[in-house]
């Protein structure tokens, strides 16, 4: 059996494979089979032969792979094996904790053979749904215009959701959580929206970047601190960017580069809209704005407006 879980909603997706995990544990106690395998790192005909050798408990396996789509040698030997490893007993996972490229033959190949799911992020009514049950779940009890606000702050990230939903439950134990206590604990996700205004920078969608923007500002978000996001933005990318003209596979951008797997996730696709010289003149534009807005030489609103602009 062969799972196939995947999608840029990481949170949900990761909670569905250690389901699956809990689900095996339950039935094969001993856990010696259970293996994790990243394909960034490993041969497929290593990973084949692991999988066929015997057990001494005779026990199913259950092998949770990851990176599968960074590892073209990988995509093929599992491709010309697939029947095998469908009708074998182990189960296989093959987990992408970001979305899959559908326009390759290894993903419509999974798609047709393998259990798939696809975590996509939550839409609005589904997300309130959502956050709604994990605080009936900690027996915790919130205004709607809490959870407003709250959805509001974090937006889609369910990782930052689910540490602010247990630290506003654990703050207000048996009394019901309010919107001034959304406002005291939880600091909005900046970072989140800044990364909405490169993508529309990215696809040329100047207005949207500019709007988004100056809804921050109307929030009353410092323009120092906006040019402070967007600069550590762009140093991502530059730093993803370098790493991915050298050829470097996944794995090894996210180790040598310090990131959080997640930050490289979601902004190796935006690498690809601009050039390592692109991107080295607006970090060096970034950094002049950032000097003359200090220096007094333009005022921090317009500055940020004739950065955004001449991206």
């Not at 039935?27 to 005909?45: Q, T």
């Not at 792979?65 to 007993?89: M, P, R, T």
């Not at 205004?197 to 500002?217: G, M």
């Not at 607006?282 to 991206?311: N, W």
Request: charged letters at 30%; aromatic letters at 10%.
């Amino acid at each position: 059996m062969i799972y196939f879980l995947y999608g840029e909603d990481s949170y949900r997706s990761k909670r569905k494979l250690e389901e699956i995990i809990e689900g095996y544990k339950k039935v094969h106690k001993s856990g010696l089979n259970l293996i994790y395998i990243d394909a960034g790192f490993f041969d497929f005909k290593d990973f084949y032969s692991n999988l066929n050798t015997n057990s001494m408990f005779s026990e199913k396996k259950l092998v949770v792979i990851k990176n599968v789509f960074n590892n073209a040698k990988f995509q093929e030997g599992f491709s010309e094996n697939i029947k095998k490893l469908e009708d074998s007993k182990d189960i296989i996972a093959v987990y992408e904790d970001r979305p899959a490229d559908k326009r390759t033959k290894f993903y419509k190949l999974l798609e047709k053979t393998a259990k798939a799911q696809e975590f996509n992020c939550l839409q609005p009514a589904m997300l309130r749904k959502w956050v709604v049950q994990e605080f009936d779940k900690r027996k915790a009890k919130i205004n709607q215009d809490a959870v407003d606000l709250l959805i509001n702050f974090v937006k889609n990230d369910l990782w930052q959701m689910t540490n602010e939903i247990e630290k506003l439950s654990n703050y207000k134990t048996g009394a019901v959580i309010k919107k001034e206590d959304v406002l005291l604990l939880v600091k909005p996700n900046v970072e989140n929206d800044i990364f909405k205004t490169i993508e529309s920078l990215a696809s040329k969608n100047k207005k949207l970047a500019l709007d988004l923007v100056k809804k921050h500002i109307e929030d009353g978000e410092a323009e120092l601190y906006l040019i402070s996001m967007i600069a550590y933005q762009f140093r991502n990318l530059l730093i993803i960017k370098e790493l991915q003209d050298l050829g470097t596979p996944y794995p090894l951008i996210v180790k040598k580069s310090g990131l959080h797997p997640f930050v490289v996730q979601k902004s190796s696709y935006l690498t690809r809209q601009f050039s390592m010289e692109q991107l080295k003149k607006i970090y060096r534009k970034i950094f002049q704005v950032d000097l003359d807005i200090k220096t007094g030489k333009i005022e921090p609103e317009t500055a940020l407006d004739l950065l955004l602009s001449e991206i």
